[in-house]
């Protein structure tokens, strides 16, 4: 409680609000109540670290992929910072400290377009690979002008390729060239499709990991 020392315009002692009042020499003075900020690093804040270091490595290498393709959901936040916050909550299994992603419920693309048909990954040579998908063309919101969006993640190097604005959904296939060293690791595999502006996109796909040949 504070105390009026002065009557109700002069100074005070003690907290109102957020204001912490004193009377130092005679003179009144005031200053701003700051909390005390505590780093207790509680079981649920390390395994929240733990997760969201985790996505951050993950999708770090997809930078500017999902700036693209999560900049519809990038409200007071970025569009990477979005990709991040939707995959901690949905894409990492496993209990802390031994988290892992799923891939397969990884979005490294999210939006309104309607999704991939029974896409396919192949690796026949070398240093590609192929994605492969049925044209669904002629459904609500699917055209045939829609493009290809397509993420290959390398876990062992770290590193991603992709391709924005590839072939069409009536196309059916898209080829991505990768890096020479590649070879013989094992890749995860995304697809997703947008608008012919690229304006709009659809929820990716996870298409599964493969060898490259």
Same mark, same amino acid.
């Given at each position: 409680?504070?105390?009026l020392?002065?009557?109700?315009?002069?100074?005070?002692?003690?907290?109102?609000?957020?204001?912490?009042? @004193?009377?130092?020499?005679? !003179?009144?003075?005031?200053?701003?109540?700051?909390?005390?900020?505590?780093?207790?690093?509680?079981?649920?804040?390390?395994?929240?670290?733990?997760?969201?270091?985790?996505?951050?490595k993950?999708?770090?290498?997809?930078t500017?992929?999902?700036?693209?393709?999560?900049?519809?959901?990038?409200?007071?936040?970025?569009?990477? @910072?979005?990709?991040?916050?939707? @995959?901690?909550v @949905?894409?990492?299994?496993?209990?802390?400290?031994?988290?892992?992603?799923?891939?397969?419920?990884v979005?490294?693309?999210?939006?309104?377009?309607p999704?991939?048909?029974?896409?396919?990954?192949?690796?026949t040579?070398?240093?590609?690979?192929?994605?492969?998908?049925?044209?669904?063309?002629?459904g609500?919101?699917?055209?045939?002008?829609d493009?290809?969006?397509?993420?290959?993640?390398?876990?062992?190097?770290?590193?991603?390729?992709?391709v924005?604005?590839g072939?069409?959904?009536?196309?059916?296939?898209?080829?991505?060239?990768?890096?020479?060293?590649?070879?013989?690791?094992?890749?995860?595999?995304?697809?997703?499709?947008?608008?012919q502006?690229?304006?709009?996109?659809?929820?990716?796909?996870?298409?599964?990991? !493969?060898?490259?040949?």
């Amino acid at each position: 409680m504070a105390k009026l020392v002065e009557g109700v315009l002069g100074g005070f002692r003690g907290k109102v609000g957020t204001v912490v009042g @004193n009377i130092w020499k005679g !003179i009144a003075t005031m200053r701003v109540h700051v909390k005390s900020i505590s780093n207790p690093k509680t079981a649920a804040q390390l395994e929240q670290r733990a997760k969201f270091a985790l996505m951050v490595k993950f999708l770090k290498p997809m930078t500017v992929f999902v700036r693209t393709t999560f900049k519809k959901f990038a409200i007071k936040q970025t569009s990477f @910072n979005a990709a991040v916050s939707y @995959n901690v909550v @949905n894409a990492i299994t496993g209990v802390y400290p031994a988290y892992e992603i799923d891939y397969s419920k990884v979005l490294v693309s999210m939006g309104s377009l309607p999704v991939v048909l029974n896409p396919e990954v192949t690796s026949t040579t070398a240093g590609e690979v192929e994605f492969t998908w049925q044209d669904n063309t002629g459904g609500p919101y699917a055209k045939a002008t829609d493009k290809a969006a397509l993420c290959v993640y390398n876990p062992v190097k770290g590193y991603a390729t992709d391709v924005i604005g590839g072939n069409t959904r009536t196309g059916g296939s898209q080829s991505v060239t990768l890096p020479a060293n590649w070879s013989g690791d094992e890749v995860q595999c995304f697809i997703a499709f947008s608008n012919q502006n690229g304006s709009v996109y659809s929820n990716s796909a996870y298409v599964g990991g !493969i060898i490259v040949l």
